[in-house]
């Protein structure tokens, strides 16, 4: 069946440091892929959105490209804020079926600090 | 435009007892999903509505979840009994209308957090 598997956290970097959060799936047919970002206390939110191959989405300065070659979505940021701690989360919606329901990976807890 | 709004934000309950949770989707939704997610995992869909009508709802343990969504708008998610491994945070989404893939974004509301001793 489709699943996503996200690097294992928590990931912990200093302000400015350069991020990447691996992000690897599985799914029959042609599924968009979304990156969503949780904050303490929050529910979640969508952060960026790919709809087919290589498309890059991009938001708040975060960038991810649809890759099917590797059947990736790595999610990158060149400089990162104490603000952008939080928990971040790898989906996708199953193309091939009509019921547009997300499916998650675990979770990365990212973790900034000063 | 007002998001996805759920109540009551925090429930405390003993193992048995009954509860239940509302959800009130982005106006002109005709999709709406409720998500279960434990601590430390991704959410996981529990049901499925479109309009109100059930599209999914492989994941929902029948024999103590149900949920409605009787005019198509609000939806109630209701566990009784509930067990301790039902403590989670529940979210309710929504989205204008799964069937439009590529257009599709889901919008979740800040979440019901449950907890059973």
């Known amino acids: 069946g489709n699943s996503v598997t996200q690097m294992e956290g928590p990931v912990t970097l200093s302000e400015e440091a350069f991020l990447t959060i691996n992000c690897t799936y599985t799914a029959t047919g042609y599924p968009s892929l979304f990156w969503y970002v949780q904050y303490p206390g929050e529910g979640l939110q969508l952060l960026l959105k790919a709809t087919k191959a290589d498309d890059k989405g991009s938001n708040k300065g975060f960038e991810a490209t649809y890759r099917k070659e590797t059947t990736s979505f790595h999610l990158e940021k060149g400089s990162v804020q104490v603000s952008d701690s939080a928990v971040y989360f790898c989906?996708?919606?199953?193309?091939?079926?009509?019921?547009?329901?997300?499916?998650f990976g675990q979770g990365t807890t990212l973790q900034v600090k000063p | 435009e007002a998001g996805v709004a759920q109540s009551p934000r925090y429930k405390i309950i003993e193992k048995r007892q009954s509860v239940a949770f509302w959800c009130n989707p982005i106006s002109g939704h005709a999709t709406l999903y409720w998500y279960q997610q434990i601590l430390g995992q991704g959410p996981k869909l529990l049901i499925q509505?479109?309009?109100?009508?059930?599209?999914?709802d492989s994941q929902l343990p029948k024999d103590r979840f149900s949920a409605e969504r009787l005019k198509g708008v609000d939806s109630t998610l209701k566990i009784q009994p509930a067990k301790l491994e039902d403590s989670a945070v529940y979210l309710c989404?929504?989205?204008?209308?799964?069937?439009?893939?590529?257009?599709?974004?889901?919008?979740f509301g800040e979440g019901s957090w449950l907890t059973v001793v």
């Open positions: 989404a929504s989205s204008a209308d799964s069937r439009l893939l590529s257009g599709n974004t889901i919008y």
């Open positions: 509505f479109q309009n109100n009508g059930v599209v999914d």
């Open positions: 989906a996708l919606s199953d193309g091939s079926s009509n019921t547009g329901k997300l499916i």
